[in-house]
């Protein structure tokens, strides 16, 4: 099924779907290296950017999106005193992708609110971001985020 995807679907898709089966562990990274090695290579060679550790599609697409921009972003990064984040764009501006299925919860939204005031009191920007806004709502959530970049927010160094 995963080599259907691969040469059906967009490569951003594909790759949404791919991660998801390695967070998942539903398939190995070797296995997957295989399913990779049986496309085209103008398929593949983006598709050679998978990682496993992408916790959602919505967090797939929204770092494919930034790193097609070139802005640096790295995932699944620890901040003491925290945890771990979805997403570090630069140095302090932090993406959350949340879905209703984890993030609903009224004593999760009281955590991840908490979680955001103790980012935020130690010089990070927090930007929640839904499934609806990444899959339904793109253009618009596409244009605000940006903007954030282009005034380089990104850049500024927390206090941390």
């Not at 997403?87 to 959350?96: A, M, T």
């Not at 004593?107 to 609110?113: A, G, I, L, P, V």
């Not at 009191?121 to 605000?144: C, D, K, N």
Request: hydrophobic share 40%; glycine share 6%.
């Amino acid at each position: 099924m995963l080599l259907h995807s691969g040469r059906c679907l967009p490569v951003k898709k594909a790759a949404a779907l791919f991660e998801s089966a390695l967070n998942k562990r539903l398939i190995t990274e070797g296995e997957l290296s295989g399913v990779i090695g049986a496309l085209p290579s103008k398929v593949a060679t983006p598709l050679s950017r998978v990682r496993g550790d992408a916790e959602s599609g919505t967090e797939t697409t929204v770092r494919w999106w930034l790193e097609s921009l070139r802005v640096p972003v790295r995932p699944q990064v620890v901040i003491p005193g925290v945890g771990r984040v979805d997403l570090l764009i630069g140095n302090s501006w932090i993406i959350e992708c949340d879905s209703r299925q984890f993030h609903d919860d009224p004593e999760q939204y009281h955590r991840d609110r908490a979680r955001d005031l103790r980012l935020r009191a130690v010089g990070y920007t927090v930007t929640r971001l839904t499934w609806e806004q990444v899959f339904l709502q793109w253009e618009e959530t596409e244009q605000m985020l940006l903007a954030v970049i282009r005034r380089r927010d990104h850049r500024r160094r927390p206090a941390a």
